[in-house]
């Protein structure tokens, strides 16, 4: 009787969808009830646990504020974001060998990165490593893409971001919009980025303690990327021979992210860029798939 009622409710559910107007919606919700169903059943779910679980999703709702989004980290930590982003970029684009491997937003990229010239140095409070960054957004056949769009963020080389300490930081510091020259070139001055932990004082940090998983994020700077005809891409960059490279806490490194950021020492190059010298200096090419025709 108790097994026919559970498959019978299933089903009762998944039927009363039928009425859905949009055929996305009705298809999404239909495979939730289905999955989530039969996760109970696996399980065999206890009320108490259901109402644990219950109380864990409400503190992660109430954790969330204008510069704190628990939600997505929680999805982070658990590798969702990461998937839902890799199957996104293979539908948004052609495909093309050697495009910028996409990866996770983050949960801080919240505020609009103010609009800021090329060279500009987007670490306002001078926190650590001078760093310049550089490098040319093209298409995967090679061509320059002029006025390409770069939205960066980082965290400060303490690893907190300016919304995580807006008596400390000030609005925009770590953030900048830049558009790539006529020739698609890009630069930039930051702080050579350091790894940090992720927030563990909310619900996500009670799951890695329960767990026994560490919180931290290896070293990286974060872009959107985007050009006329192009898909955008969502990807980070990563300083090789950082730390937890092979243990990222949300699961975000990609091989082909991972980029020097070499030691210059080159008094007229630092001029240029109007750094102090010797500086860390990262160049990589920024590639974008073509859009589907």
């Known amino acids: 009787m108790s097994t026919a009622f559970t498959s019978d409710i299933t089903g009762a559910v998944v039927d009363s969808l039928e ?26 779910l206890t009320v108490a646990e259901w109402e644990s679980a219950i109380g864990f999703l409400t503190a992660t709702g ?41 990866t996770v937003l983050g949960p801080f990229h919240l505020t609009e990165s103010p609009v800021r010239e090329l060279g500009a140095d987007i670490d306002l409070v001078g926190s650590g490593e001078p760093c310049v ?13 002029p006025g390409a769009v770069l939205d960066v963020w980082q965290a400060s080389a303490e690893g907190y971001y300016d919304v995580q300490q807006p008596g400390l930081q000030p609005p925009g510091n770590g953030r900048g919009l830049f558009t790539a020259d006529a020739e698609g070139r890009f630069w930039f001055r930051t702080c050579v980025p350091s790894p940090y932990p992720i927030p563990t004082d909310g619900p996500v940090g009670d799951l890695l303690r329960a ?4 919180p931290y994020r290896p070293a990286h700077i974060h872009f959107i990327v985007s050009a006329e005809g192009h898909a955008p891409v969502t990807t980070h960059i990563f300083v090789a021979g950082g ?34 010298n010797p500086f860390r200096h990262a160049r990589f090419d920024l590639v974008l798939n073509s859009e589907p025709s």
Do not use: N, W, Y
């Not at 859905?20 to 289905?34: E, H, I, N, Y």
């Not at 929680?74 to 948004?92: K, N, P, Q, W």
């Not at 767990?211 to 560490?214: D, F, S």
């Open 19 to 44: 009425g859905t107007a949009d055929p996305r919606l009705r298809k999404v919700l239909g495979a939730l009830v289905r999955h989530l169903h039969e996760f109970v059943r696996e399980t065999e």
């Open 62 to 102: 109430q954790t969330c504020t204008d510069t704190r989004q628990e939600f997505i980290l929680l999805s982070d930590v658990l590798g969702v974001s990461m998937l839902v982003e890799t199957l996104g970029a293979d539908r948004g684009g052609t495909g093309e060998a050697g495009a910028t491997e996409s």
């Open 133 to 145: 960054v550089s490098g040319r957004v093209r298409s995967a056949d090679g061509t320059p893409l």
């Open 211 to 214: 767990t026994k998983r560490h």
């Open 243 to 276: 730390d937890h490279l092979d243990s990222d806490a949300v699961f975000a490194v990609k091989e082909s992210l991972v980029q020097e950021f070499a030691e210059s020492d080159d008094p007229s190059l630092a001029r240029e860029f109007g750094v102090p």
